[in-house]
């Protein structure tokens, strides 16, 4: 293994002392982390929050077997020690990664295959906003749903993190895009980064909407993260062959359902956590983002929306920012500089 001299022994961490609300979250110092022969050793400058880290921290969503117990499944930083079988970066790299957990914390664990460079132009601050948000749009609307250039789209939540990527990164290629928003504001600012139809849910039928829009033929790929009552909904949305994507259940996992339509209309219903695949996969997808995203990134055509950082020790107001739905895009935690 090969690090940088002097690295210390302990860092400070963020620590839950119980399955619960936000406050069972504290700041606590403990060993930094040891790597395998494939990871590497990140000294972290800012991680990401998202939507798992508040079901891990309740008890809902427990991590891996093999992966760490701390939060976080986004960072950036600095290349500190690297494994024995590591080739393709070096001590003192730039990187941002996809971690298995980890990132509320001064030094991170992560494959090495799952890290890529700072896009160019961007900030750490920046680059810590991509892993977990466009690993797993590309996934699943590209790679499993094979949105293609003139279909139409639909994500609901747009402007969640994962909304806005999903938004920015279908019209980069080429696609109609319809979401939902729960106010005005955030109606505007989708409109703003290139959604071209948007329904507030609390006062449109967006059911309606899209049929009149699309001459009732429906969208060709759905990205759901509500589930509940949208899942009957978005499936009579669904054009002929469409595909239909889970990735998250904000009203819960159970409809009533009348499933006669995904046989007419030869639709095709998926779902998938990020979290749960394996290394080898996420190195796949890591690549794909490299070559198709990456230079999007680097040219501003596409960029992580910052919505609020807040330093480590204020974790708590962190995640109770996301639980208040209130936020336009990423939630970030400054860890070092």
Known sequence: MSTTSHLPVTM?????????????????QGPIPQISADDVLIKVAYAGVNRPDLLQRAGSYA???????????????????????VTQWHVGDKVCALTPGGGYAQYCAAPAAHCLPIPKGFSMLQAAGVPENFYTVWVNVFETCRLKSGEKFLVHGGSSGIGLTAIQLAKAFGAEVFTTVGNAEKSAFC???????????????WMAGIA???????????????????????????ALEGRYCFIAFLEGGTANVDFRPVMMKRQTITGSTLRARS?????????ALKEKVWPLLGSKKVSP???HTFELEQIVDAHKLMESSTHIGKIMLKVGG
């Not at 760490?68 to 499944?73: F, T």
């Not at 790929?221 to 009552?229: E, R, Y």
């Not at 290394?279 to 690549?287: E, F, M, R, T």
């Open 63 to 85: 991590p891996p077997p093999t992966a760490s117990p701390i939060m976080g499944l986004e960072v950036s930083g600095e290349v500190v020690a690297i494994g024995t079988n």
């Open 191 to 205: 409109k703003s980064i290139g959604a071209d139809h948007v329904f507030n849910y609390k006062t449109d039928d």
């Open 279 to 287: 290394d080898s996969q996420k190195a796949a997808i890591a690549l």
């Open 212 to 238: 009149n829009i699309t001459h009732k033929k429906g969208v060709d790929v759905i990205l759901d993260m509500v589930g509940g009552s949208y899942i009957e909904k978005n499936l009579r949305s669904l």
């Open 305 to 307: 929306v910052i919505h």
């Open 12 to 28: 400070r961490y963020v620590s839950v002392t119980g399955a619960g609300a936000a406050d069972v979250m504290q700041l606590s």
